[in-house]
T-cell receptor
Framework: EAQVTQNPRYLITVTGKKLTVTCSQN?????MSWYRQDPGLGLRQIYY???????DKGDVPEGYKVSRKEKRNFPLILESPSPNQTSLYFC???????????FGPGTRLTVT | GNSVTQMEGPVTLSEEAFLTINCTYT??????LFWYVQYPGEGLQLLLK?????DKGSNKGFEATYRKETTSFHLEKGSVQVSDSAVYFC???????????????FGKGTKLSVIP
């Protein structure tokens, strides 16, 4: 089954404790991206990757890092999480940017 | 830069009512346009898309027509059901002005609630 998986689905952590949210897709897609969804602000892109070893900033990259060492994986790293990063995070992939985006189920992160 | 503006919600309709969710955009090139739907507790999934002017996307009774003259991509459905209750996002994909990469831009979402 074609899908995008994210782990963990729920995470509660404390300020400053490094964390990684994993994202994996099994569709051999070139394009992957991370979004955060906040009430009243909709969906905002954090980082995206056009292919292996090619990443670029989206609209709200501050406080986040990503890497794309393999085509299928695109982890999101928060080196020093802060409460303003409490949000719902989605990973997505597509064959090309102009094509349909496939979204993961979301990771709800709470930073206290 | 590119932008997408969609009507503020929430929208509450009775079952079998007609639905319109307005979406307008600004883009420098010739964008592809999308409507995504997010059901409670789930990720977004593509509802329909249109890739050029005058194209009509349709799926599950929903329709939207790519209107370049009015830069709009309004979502419509003739008779909504309770199961259509969700958040709807309008989005565009376009080549960023002066750059080689594409930009994907989402609207803020419109929450629809359909009551029996």
């Amino acid at each position: 089954e074609a899908q995008v998986t994210q782990n963990p689905r729920y995470l509660i952590t404390v300020t400053g404790k490094k964390l990684t949210v994993t994202c994996s897709q099994n569709m051999n897609h070139e394009y992957m991206s991370w979004y955060r969804q906040d009430p009243g602000l909709g969906l905002r892109q954090i980082y995206y990757s056009m292919n292996v070893e090619v990443t670029d900033k989206g609209d709200v990259p501050e406080g986040y890092k990503v890497s794309r060492k393999e085509k299928r994986n695109f982890p999101l790293i928060l080196e020093s999480p802060s409460p303003n990063q409490t949000s719902l995070y989605f990973c997505a992939s597509s064959l090309r940017l102009t094509h349909e985006q496939y979204f993961g189920p979301g990771t709800r992160l709470t930073v206290t | 830069g590119n932008s997408v503006t969609q009507m503020e919600g929430p929208v509450t309709l009775s079952e079998e009512a007609f639905l319109t969710i307005n979406c307008t955009y600004t883009a420098t090139g010739y964008p592809s346009l999308f409507w995504y739907v997010q059901y409670p507790g789930e990720g977004l999934q593509l509802l329909l898309k249109a890739t050029k002017a005058d194209d009509k996307g349709s799926n599950k009774g929903f329709e939207a027509t790519y209107r370049k003259e009015t830069t709009s991509f309004h979502l419509e459905k003739g008779s909504v059901q309770v199961s259509d209750s969700a958040v709807y996002f309008c989005a565009l994909s376009d080549r960023e002005s002066g750059a080689g990469s594409y930009q994907l831009t989402f609207g803020k979402g419109t929450k629809l609630s359909v009551i029996p």
